[in-house]
């Protein structure tokens, strides 16, 4: 792939860019190696076969003229059914940036992000709305969860979007919070929780919709060591049961946990490398 240019925020013109994107060089059969799983197992054959999420050219321009910051650019990457990748960056390299983009947050200024074969750059909003309460989860930093609703309120959140019954919503989320630990604190509100316990609530929240998906910003970010670890060992529970999971980080430490690595700078892909 390409090298880290030095840092530039002057937005480049779409048809340019385009122009420097390169395709699939990022991918796992590209790079010739066969994928382990975090903790050094071979991942079964036939898994990772299905591409699920892929950025192909997408640049992202906050602002426009001189004052405009280009916070990613050309970023083509293919992300495949059940793996556990990390994107690692310093701060400021684009990182969240990158994670709006791929959770449909936000849109890119160029290029397309395809989520299981559909190009949602062509899809209405409302589509796309509902391709990423279908597919995604979502864990942050700072948690994110609504300070006056419970736990178990918070992780109901979602459902409630789809008008799923109250006695459903409560089963479902009771039973995603007990098997994270949680059983004993259904009742208490965000600020009544330790930084661990939010982060496992905001855990079920992103699964309470089973998504395929899960991108993680910074989860360990406001977590100490020990705490941090935990939330680690849960998101790579998750993968061993089959999901896709993206970590979004500054902590190389982290990148251990997981069996591909995109590093980026600058908002430029600089390397994707199979971890084996
Ligand atoms: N809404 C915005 N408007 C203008 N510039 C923005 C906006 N959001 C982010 N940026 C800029 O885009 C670049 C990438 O920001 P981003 O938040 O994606 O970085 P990051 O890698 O997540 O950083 P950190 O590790 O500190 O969270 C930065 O230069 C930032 O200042
Ligand atoms: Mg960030």
């Keep these: 792939m390409t090298g880290a240019k030095s840092a530039s925020s002057k937005p480049q013109p779409?048809?340019?860019?385009?122009?420097?994107?390169?395709?699939?060089?990022?991918?796992?059969?590209?790079?010739?190696?066969?994928?382990?799983?975090?903790?050094?197992?071979?991942?079964?054959?036939?898994?990772?076969?299905?591409e699920i999420l892929r950025l192909e050219c997408v640049s992202k321009l906050?602002?426009?003229?001189?004052?405009?910051?280009?916070?990613?650019?050309?970023?083509?990457?293919?992300?495949?059914n059940g793996?556990?990748?990390?994107?690692?960056?310093?701060?400021?390299?684009?990182?969240?940036?990158?994670?709006?983009?791929?959770?449909?947050?936000?849109?890119p200024t160029t290029g397309k992000v395809?989520?299981?074969?559909?190009d949602t750059t062509s899809i209405s909003d409302a589509d796309?709305?509902?391709?990423?309460?279908?597919?995604?989860?979502?864990?942050?930093?700072?948690?994110?969860?609504?300070?006056?609703?419970?736990?178990?309120?918070n992780v109901e959140l979602p459902l409630m979007i789809y008008d799923v019954p109250k006695e459903e919503r409560r089963k479902k989320a009771t039973a995603i919070l007990e098997r994270l630990q949680m059983g004993h604190r259904l009742n208490h509100l965000p600020?009544?929780?330790?930084?661990?316990?939010?982060?496992?609530?905001?855990i079920?929240?992103?699964?309470?919709n089973d998504p395929e998906i899960i991108l993680a910003d910074e989860p360990t970010g406001n977590l100490d060591s020990k705490t941090g670890e935990e939330v680690l060992k849960i998101i790579e529970d998750l993968h061993q049961e089959g999901r896709t999971i993206i970590l979004v980080t500054h902590d190389e430490s982290l990148v251990k946990?997981?069996?591909?690595?995109?590093?980026?700078?600058?908002?430029?892909?600089?390397?994707?490398?199979?971890?084996?």
């Design 83 to 107: 793996e556990l990748t990390s994107v690692l960056g310093p701060s400021g390299s684009g990182k969240s940036t990158l994670l709006h983009l791929m959770g449909l947050l936000d849109k």
């Design 114 to 118: 395809y989520i299981a074969g559909t």
């Design 14 to 50: 779409a048809g340019k860019a385009a122009a420097m994107c390169t395709q699939a060089a990022n991918s796992h059969e590209a790079a010739g190696t066969s994928l382990h799983t975090g903790n050094g197992k071979p991942v079964p054959p036939g898994m990772h076969e299905r």
């Design 257 to 276: 946990v997981t069996e591909k690595v995109v590093r980026i700078r600058d908002g430029r892909l600089v390397k994707s490398e199979v971890l084996v």
């Design 128 to 153: 796309q709305a509902r391709l990423r309460g279908k597919m995604i989860g979502f864990v942050f930093q700072a948690f994110n969860l609504i300070s006056s609703f419970t736990a178990l309120e």
């Design 191 to 202: 600020s009544q929780l330790s930084g661990g316990e939010r982060q496992r609530v905001a």
């Design 204 to 208: 079920a929240r992103a699964l309470i």
């Design 62 to 80: 906050y602002g426009s003229g001189e004052s405009g910051v280009a916070a990613i650019r050309d970023m083509d990457f293919t992300i495949h």
